[in-house]
Every structure is written in C-alpha cells, then in structure tokens.
C-alpha cells in the first residue's frame, strides 16, 4: 500500500514521539529549538499535503480512512492553525521546562483533528476525535502553577468526557440500527432500508451525535464550557482550541450529519436554523459586554460557529463551500487575535510580574502606539471578523449568505430570507464589540511604554494577516477548494 | 522587455508607499527618496514600453483571472501609454520639488507614502484592462485625495475640505457604480441569451468586451449606462454641478494642490470619458440630430463649466483658488472636446481632448509650483498682499509667466492662415486652438454655436483672470513688509523644466494626433465619423482664440499694472454681479445650507433622528433595543456560572430540549 498520502499524518506522529525522546536527552535550555522543530515539521507536513493535490479520492484500511478533497482542506486548515500556535508558542514557552511534552501534545492533536477529518468510519471518527481531545484537555491546563489555567482544564474535561460520551452512545445506537460503522454504509443501509432516522432511536442517535460534534463546534446550548476555557488556557492554546479543534466538530458534522440528512431526507432545517440563530446571536449579544477580550473572542467565536451552522440548514453545495470557507476564514482570524492577545499580555507582565487579568480591555488603550504591528494585525482580524471586504471574513460570510438567499428565492423556502436578515444584523450588531477595541488601541492614549514586539509572535501574526487579506483579494482558488470540498458530500 | 515589467509601474510606489509609511522617519527627509525613486523607475518602464509599442502600433495586454469571471489586467495603449508617461513624470517633479517645499514639516513620512499610495492608485486606474478594477483604483485615488486634503488635519478648515471633497465626489462615484452594475447586468443578459459571446481569454466587464457589446445593447440602457458613467467623472473632474470641492481642496499643501488637484487625479474624469468613450459616441440621438445624447450632455456641462468656473476665477483673492478655478475651467475644455469633437471629428475627439488633458498638466502643475513657490516664499495666499516679487524672484515669476501664456494659449497662427510657416506657440496654444476650432465645426455641422460662444467667452476670461494673478503678484509695489526670498534649488528645478514642456510640448500635436487616434483601431472598434461638407475655417475663426487672449492680457494690463482702468469703483461699490461672483454664486452657501443643513440635517436627519428617537425609542421605553441587548447580554452573562456541574446540566438539559423538538416534529413512530 502507498502510504504517500497519510504522510502529513505519519511525519507528525513520528515527529511528536522524537520530540519526546529528544526531551530525556536534551538539557533545558536547549528545549528551545524543540519549537522551530515542530514549526520546520509543520512546514514540510504542508509542503507534503499541498503536494499530494487537493482533488482526487482514494480510501485506506479498509474503508475506515478516505483522503478527499473535504479532508484536504481541513487538513490544511489544521496544520495552518498548528504551524501559527507552535511559532508563537516559541516565545510563549520560551524556557519553559517541559516544552517537550507540549510541542508532542500540541502535534498529536493535530494528528487527530487530521484522522477526525479523514474518517470514514465511525470507530476511527471517535479514535481521531478522542486523540485530539486528551491531548488538548492536557495542552488547556499547561500553566500548572496558574490556577485559572487548571480551572480551565477541568472544565473543558468534565464536559468534553460528557460530551464524548453521548456521541458513543449515538454512534452504538446506529450501529445498533444499521449493523455498521463504515459512514457510506450506514448511509447505504438508510437509503435501502425504509427504516428511518425519524423512528424514536434515530432522532436519539441523531442528537447524542449533534450534542458530542456540537460540543467541540461550541453551538448553543453545548457552549458552556468554550469562553471559560477560552479565557483560562494559554493563549496560544486558546488560539489552537478556537481554530483548529473547533473546525474538528464541523468537519466531523460535515462528514456524518450531512451524509445522514441527504440520504434520509430528514426535514429538520428548522431545527438547524433555530440552533443557528440561537448559537450566533447568544454569542454576539454576550460578547458586548466582556471586558476581557479572551472571553469576548470566545463568545465572537460562539457567533461565528452559529454563522458556520447555517450551511447545516439549507445544505446546498454553495453553502457548505461557504462554511468550509468561513471556517477556513475564521481559523486564520481567530488564530491571530488570540496571539495578539498573548503580545499584549506578554506586554502587561513586562510592566508588572503580577499583573492579573492581562487581557482587560484597558490594557489595549493606545496599544496602536505601545505595539503597532500587533494593533495593525489585530485590526485587520477584528475587520476580517466582522466580515468587511476585502478579507476571508467577507468571502466566506458572503458565499454562505447568498446561498442562503439563493434558496430563498424558492417560494416555499422563503423563511430562509428571515435567518439571513438575523445573520446579517448579527454582523452588523458584532462591529460594534469590534469598533469598541479598535477605539482603545487607536484613540486613547497609551498607558506605557512602547515595547519590542517579540519575533515569533510577530511572524506568527503575520502569517494569519497575509492569509486573511490574500484570501480576501484572491478568492477564486479556495472558493473552488471548498466546492471541491462540498462535492465531496454529494449534496 | 519593458512590456514584461508593467506590474512594476504600479507595484514600485506600492514599495515605497509601506517602505515610506514605516521606515520613512528613519530616513533621509522623511524617506523622500524611496516613492522618488520608485516613481522614476515608474516612468522609466513607461518610457520603454512606449518606445516598444510606438513604432509597431503595438499593445501591452496581460490579465489574469480574478474571482466569478472578473479578472486583473493591465492594458497598456496610445491612450494609457501618454497618460502612463505624463503622470509619472509630473509626479516624480513634483515629488522632488516636496523635497524643498515640505522640508519643515515633521510630518514628511506620512506626506511621501500618501503621494506615493495616490501615484500608485493613479497609475493603477489608467492602465486597468477592465472597469470593475478602474472603479477600485478610482475610490483608492479618491481615499488619497481625502488624506491628503485634510493633511494638516488639525486645521478644522483643512478637515471640513477633506469631508466635503470626500461626500461631493462620493455622490459622483456612486452615480459611476450605478453605471457598472447597469452594465453588468446588460451584459449577462446577452451572455445569457447566446448573443454576446465572451471567449476564453476574455473576460465580462473588460474593456475589449465592453465595446465588442455595444452593438448589440439596447440604446436606451446605453445612454443611462454612459450619463452615469459620466456621473462619476462630473465629480471626479470637478464639473458643475459637483465643482465645489475643488476650490475647497486647495486646503491641503500646495504640492497636493499641483499633483492631485491640477495635474492628474482630476483628469481621471476626463480619462474616464476618454476610455470608454466609444459607448458615449454609440448612443443615439434622439435630442439633436446627428448629436449623440450623451455628448450632447457632455458637450453642454462641459462648455458651461468651462465659463462658468473662469467668471469665478476674475474674482478670486487666494492664489491657489484662482488656479483651482481654472483647472475646473480647462477640465471643462477637455469635455467640451470630447463632446463637440467626438460629434464631427469621432475617435479624433479624444486625441484632441487628451492632447489639451497633458498639455494643462504641464503648465497647470507648473502654475502650482509656482504658486507654492510664492506662498513658501512670503508666507500668504492673498494676492492682494504680495506685489513686486518680480525683481526678488525672477526664475518663479518667468516660469509662471511662461505658464500663463500657455494657459491663456498664446500662439501665432501661421499655417491656419495660409502661410507657409509652422505654427508657432506653447502649449495651451496648439491644444486649446483645436479645441475651440472642433467647437467651431460642431456648430457649422449642427447649427448650433452656443458651445463655441462657450469656448471663445471662457477663454476670454481666462486670459484676464490669469493675468490680473500675474501682474498683482509679480508688478507693481509690495504691498505688504514681508520677506521674501528666491526658493531652493530643488524647487526652481522641477519649476523649469515643467517650463520648458510647457513651452515646447505643442509641437507634437500631429504625431500626438496621429497616435492617439489609433487607440480605438487598435481595441478593433470602429467609431462612425460624421463627414461633414470639408471644413474651412475662415481667418477670423483662426485668429479668435489668439486675439481673445491678448485682449485679455491687455485688459489685465491697464486694470492691474498701469491701473489706468479704476478697478476699485468697480468692486467694491456693493456692486451685485461682484458680490455673486466674490461669493461663488452663492454654491457654497447654497450647497451647506440648503442641500447640508437645511434637506440632509433638517428634513432628513432630524425626521430620522424624530423617528428614531420619538417612534422607535419612544413608543417603548428610552433606547429599548440597545438597552434590552446590553442587559440581555448581562442577564446572559450571569448564566455562566462557573460551576461546572451547572454546565453539564445546561449540556443535558440541551439534548433533552432537542429531542422533544425533534419529536414533536415528526410525531411518534
């Protein structure tokens, strides 16, 4: 068998099992280049998945793993996301003495949001999701002496067990129904049989699966656990968990509940757009009033896995290329805010060692003077946030909305112009906790020196910033990535 | 090779511009040397490629796609090629002239980026291959012209400039997008029903395409297409009735003034005409016959704001407002050009135009160099305040007087008359004449002379209003103690090399012509020529333009040199047509008051304001909306426990909900 394909995948691992090892041998000062190992890893993993091509469908082991151009673009999105954590993670853990363990952690979560976004098979959905949760919940409580850090931790494990939990139980309810695991089987078994997921068990496996993908999406009402998360862990895992696992669940949703509702013909659109709704404006209405900007990104995120949720509802080829697009989108943004928001709080602990709660808002009052790349980048994101052009915000708010519109057009879906006038609204409703932190970095004055931005987070910044703005100019190869990608689902 | 490096005649001021804007306090005189630089390599590569292109009828084409059939492209012809190579080279001087001018101003870096982001959005809307990317570069012009306008923008008065050039050409480019969209829309639907094919390579929305669909669109939705079209360069070019920002913008520093307000970001209005000015000679003439409808319109505003802004400009005190007069004057010539000439001459029309567009942009820069020169020098913009700087600063009051005769079009018509001379005369001689001329034989072929009494009466006043500037800056005594001083170097340099073209450019009117002409032949449109009967302008018609001229230097003369004509009794005895002329027929109080303050503020602002306030907030309580989302968002927030278990139980809590939603949407099985 030719293996060329899971590359990225192999590289990564072995990558992560050397960085152990390398950990036991090395001093502590040297674990610093352990970070330009996993970003030079990173590197190549990309270099290979963009190599491998973005079309095309082959399957592994026995069905259980599929590489296609859905699972191309994830992949993508995951490394992209790894590759700007672990360069700002350089600087965040510079001296740290088990960096070791993190950088192993950190690419064995990417590794399993990859198989996550590789399976075709409900065991190794579970095997990929569960690698990338242990290994997060560990990477959320990494600060062991900041007890905000471990609160963190627990929380998003007590509820990620929970959650993880309920999707086993759905799963074995279908296996139970179909006598499957293998995803184009069970959806074989729903088409040829009659048997319906509208029968009792069906709609219970459906939402035990909703509920185990919705947690890591962070849709209402599985978000409990996200901005508490968000605020407590170490930015740059922040910036990994927003990101990079967050897409996991929609890729995973996208793989098993879109297969599911096309073949069933299930009409539970209204179910998705209440979800949706809920999910975005709950997340824009909460984010007003946060002064942490940490929770207020989380909550901005909440809203953005609201807009993403909206391909779930009409389900046609150009919304689901307007979610993965969004999601594309939305993982460089968030990304890049959350590093942004560890420059500040690097730049709040040069001031003063104990300074608590290094993300409030005033800490970024004239931070266009303190800090000027990073008040650039993070005014380009929160722009790119709100979805004003040219950036991937607006792409893929725009394809996403004008599918919708699109569909609206149909007499009898006509209610769907309603959930794009709630969307658009929360759009707009969103510039204004954008605008209130624009206004703090440029408008009033600053409250200390100006400082040197660290380079690692300055790279790491300005990789986002150039994928978010190139995106944005130069949209025509990803939109077709993405329809690509929608094809996939046969929608 | 040249042709291979197009990009770069925008991409190097795009370099330069983020060099300048982080680097430039760091760097000799603000990073004035970067964007000089950059720009000089822009025009380098302009000059070689028109040096490739020029003897072979050649084009430089390169697009590639974009998003949703759009593309970006670059689409090099006689038309852009002359433009390519007037802006880069006005902008370099002038760049190097800001070296002097603003060498004490602390804010130099944020200056030359600015320059250099406006060079670089110039560049960009003349040589786009299609209308959707000269749109773009059109609103990044108009943003630069915005910044620059107001860059001393702790001036409130400087600021208020800003705003207004910003709202008044924004009515205009919302007009120019109503016009893409209307096009766009045309167009797909020839696409749609087979009649317009668009090849491979091509692409909707570009240029080639554009006119390929003329034919075939219907000529209605043409003429709106074009008047919108012409909406946006009305605003852009300063056209009456969206002329005012213009005077207005000489808020900003003189050199602003002389690149972006003379010299080129105006006559992108006019370029815009030019462009797709086989679509305004296509529709029909249902008006006057044998006249298209649009360059009927355009013929009309253009003339009339030709005379219209030059009464403005007899009356004026500030010296940039004089000038800032007559560029909105000689853009209305250009108009004028395309309209009358385009009627009779057809394609021939936009040389002409173009040749009066590059022409002006020479002695027109120059005059604002000058003018800067001046005001660096003794510290007013009030020509009542200067007098006899001409013995203190003799290579700024040559340079200027050289401008003036180009700008009141001083010539000897040798050849017109039968003589077997060349033609003898700057600049604005040799473009003007033609343009008049073109009036002329529009009026003989439509019996219609109103356009040409526009062109000779305007250019009357030109002639006075030029010189009365001249003679009560640079003769007479001084009428004010200041101390005054010939300007550097850097300055007197740029000054008289714009001189010299100035000077010498009208003597490549017949190969500019001949040029030119060619663009449309060579984008494969044909344009109808009206053949007229052979025209024979009598010597009378030749010799106007020159005779108007001098009669106006001679009437300046006796009023404000020898002073034998009592101007005094004149001015100031309240007298009406002063006080309408003085006060700008009343536009700007017309336009804050009535259009500003009374129908935007009061009628539709406050009736929004009322509803928003009394209807929206009052028929609940105060600000319900925005108070009810910010306590929701509290109340919200309050649910955030903490507690974990309490998550989980909201967890649980979520699935149970869903199920029974699902359930009892499907019933029970």
């Known amino acids: ?491 | 090779m040249f042709s291979e490096f197009a990009a770069l005649i925008v991409l190097l001021p795009v370099i330069a511009f983020v060099l300048t804007l982080f680097l430039g306090k760091k760097l000799y005189s603000g990073g004035a040397l970067l964007p000089i630089a950059a720009i000089a390599g822009s025009f380098i590569i302009s000059v070689g490629i028109f040096f490739e292109i020029f003897p072979n009828d050649g084009m430089v084409q390169q697009s590639f796609p974009w998003f949703a059939g759009m593309n970006i492209g670059i689409l090099i012809d006689p038309l852009a090629i002359v433009m390519l190579m007037m802006v880069t080279f006005v902008s370099l001087l002038i760049h190097i002239y800001a070296v002097g001018y603003m060498s004490h101003d602390p804010a130099k870096p944020r200056y030359f980026a600015e320059t250099s982001l406006f060079t670089a959005a110039m560049l960009s809307v003349i040589l786009s291959d299609n209308i959707l990317q000269f749109f773009i570069s059109w609103e990044l012009v108009g943003l630069c012209s915005f910044l620059l306008i107001g860059f001393w923008y702790h001036k409130p008065s400087a600021a208020a400039a800003a705003k207004k050039a910003f709202l008044v050409t924004r009515v205009g480019d919302v007009l120019f997008l109503a016009g893409i969209v209307l096009l766009y829309v045309n167009m797909k639907l020839l696409i749609d029903n087979g009649t317009l094919v668009v090849e491979s390579q091509s692409f909707i929305l570009q240029f080639r395409t554009m006119f390929e669909a003329i034919p075939l669109m219907d000529g209605t939705q043409l003429t709106y297409i074009t008047l919108l079209f012409f909406g946006g360069a009305i605003g852009k070019s300063g056209q009456f009735p969206l002329h005012g920002w213009l005077p207005d913008a000489m808020e900003g520093p003189t050199t602003v003034s002389a690149l972006i307000h003379a010299a080129t970001m105006v006559t992108a209005g006019v370029y815009l005409v030019a462009r797709t000015f086989p679509m305004f000679v296509a529709t029909p003439s249902t008006i006057s016959a044998g006249v298209p409808d649009s360059l009927l319109i355009v013929t009309y505003v253009g003339g009339f704001t030709a005379l219209f802004a030059a009464t403005m400009g007899l009356v004026m005190n500030d010296i940039k407002r004089v000038l800032a007069y007559s560029t909105v004057s000689q853009l209305g010539y250009m108009m004028l050009a395309l309209g009358t000439a385009g009627t009779v001459l057809g394609a021939k029309a936009v040389g002409i135009s173009m040749f009066h567009l590059i022409s002006h942009a020479f002695f027109k820069a120059l005059l604002f160099l000058c003018a800067g020169s001046v005001i660096h020098a003794v510290g007013t913009n009030d020509i009542r305040e200067m007098g006899g700087l001409f013995s203190k600063m003799k290579i700024t009051a040559t340079t200027m007087l050289i401008a003036a005769l180009a700008l009141a079009g001083f010539g000897l018509p040798f050849e017109g008359l039968g003589m077997p001379i060349m033609n003898i005369g700057t600049a604005g001689f040799f473009s003007k004449d033609a343009i008049i001329e073109g009036a002329m034989e529009y009026g003989e072929v439509t019996h219609d002379m109103i356009p040409y009494g526009f062109a000779v009466i305007a250019a009357l006043l030109t002639s006075i209003y030029i010189f009365r500037l001249w003679f009560m800056t640079f003769t007479g005594k001084p009428r004010s103690e200041r101390h005054s001083h010939e300007s550097p170097g850097v300055m007197t340099g740029p000054l008289m090399i714009l001189a010299i073209f100035a000077l010498l450019f009208g003597f490549s009117q017949a190969g500019f012509y001949g040029y030119v002409e060619k663009n449309f032949e060579l984008m494969d449109v044909n344009i109808a020529v009206h053949e007229g009967e052979a025209f024979h302008p009598s010597a009378l018609v030749i010799l106007l333009p020159v005779i108007v001229g001098v009669l106006g230097l001679l009437i300046s003369y006796l009023i404000y040199n020898k002073r034998i004509i009592d101007m005094s009794k004149l001015v100031s005895a309240g007298n009406p047509i002063y006080k309408l002329l003085l006060n700008r027929y009343y536009e700007p109080k017309l336009g804050a008051n009535i259009i500003g303050v009374k129908l935007t503020h009061d009628v539709v602002a406050q009736s929004g304001e009322f509803i928003d306030r009394k209807i929206i907030d009052g028929l609940v309580i105060d600000n319900i909306i925005s108070n009810t989302l910010l306590k929701l968002g509290e109340i919200v927030r309050k649910l955030q426990t903490g507690v974990v278990q309490n998550y989980a139980s909201v967890t649980i809590f979520g699935v149970a909900l869903l199920l029974i939603i699902l359930r009892l949407i499907f019933g029970g099985t």
Do not use: C
Not at chain 1, 152 to 181: E, H, N, P, Q, R
Not at chain 1, 186 to 194: G, M, P
Not at chain 1, 288 to 293: A, D, L
């Open chain 1, 1 to 491: 068998m030719n293996f060329t394909l899971f590359a990225p995948e192999i590289l990564l691992t072995v990558l992560a099992f050397v960085i152990i090892l390398m950990g036991l041998l090395v001093n502590d000062k040297s674990k610093n280049m352990l970070g330009y190992l996993s970003a030079a890893g990173l590197l190549a993993s990309i270099v290979y998945l963009v190599g491998n091509g973005m079309t095309g469908k082959t399957s592994y082991f026995y069905d259980s793993l599929v590489v296609d151009p859905l699972s191309q673009v994830f992949k993508l999105i995951f490394i992209i996301v790894s590759i700007i954590a672990v360069i700002a993670s350089i600087e965040y853990f510079k001296n740290n003495r088990n960096q070791d363990e993190y950088y192993a952690l950190l690419l064995l979560s990417t590794v399993g949001m990859m198989v996550v976004a590789s399976a075709n098979d409900l065991i190794s959905l579970f095997v990929g999701f569960e690698l990338a949760s242990m290994s997060t919940y560990v990477l959320a409580g990494f600060e062991k002496k900041n007890p905000a850090s471990l609160e963190a931790a627990l929380k998003y494990f007590i509820i990620g067990s929970l959650s993880s939990a309920l999707m086993l139980f759905g799963m074995s309810i279908v296996y139970g129904m179909t006598g499957s695991t293998n995803i184009p089987a069970i959806i074989e078994f729903f088409k040829v049989t009659h048997l319906s997921a509208e029968s009792s068990l069906g709609i219970l496996a459906m939402v035990f699966l909703v509920a185990g993908f919705g947690f890591k999406m962070a849709i209402v009402p599985f978000h409990m656990w996200a901005p508490d998360t968000y605020e407590g862990s170490p930015s740059v895992v922040s910036a990994l968990l927003a990101a990079g696992s967050k897409k996991m669940g929609f890729v995973a949703a996208f793989r098993v509940l879109i297969l599911a509702l096309v073949a069933i013909k299930v009409d539970i659109q209204y179910t998705f757009a209440i979800l949706a709704i809920l999910t975005m404006s709950y997340g824009n209405i909460v984010a007003i009033s946060q002064r942490s900007i940490k929770r207020m990104l989380a909550y901005s995120s909440i809203a953005q896995a609201g807009y993403i949720s909206l391909a779930f509802v009409v389900m046609t080829q150009m919304s689901i290329a307007g979610g993965v697009l969004l999601a594309l989108g939305h993982a460089l943004m968030k990304a890049g805010a959350f590093i942004a928001v560890a420059v500040v709080g690097y730049m709040v602990l040069n001031d003063n060692k104990n300074a608590k709660n290094s993300d409030d808002i005033g800490n970024f009052a004239g931070l266009g003077k303190r800090a000027p790349i990073t008040a650039f980048s993070l005014f380009i994101f929160f722009l790119a946030l709100a979805g004003i052009p040219p950036s991937a915000g607006f792409i893929g708010k725009f394809v996403l909305f004008y599918s919708i519109t699109v569909e609206a057009l149909t007499p009898a879906t006509s209610w769907l112009l309603i959930i794009v006038i709630i969307a658009i609204l929360n759009s707009a409703l969103s510039i204004y906790y954008y605008a209130r932190v624009i206004r703090y970095m440029y408008v009033l004055p600053p409250n200390g020196e100006t400082i040197r931005e660290p380079a690692p987070y300055v790279v790491a910044m300005l990789i986002a910033v150039i994928g978010t703005i190139g995106i944005g100019l130069y949209p025509e190869p990803f939109v077709q990535m993405a329809i690509n990608a929608a094809h996939v689902l046969g929608v």
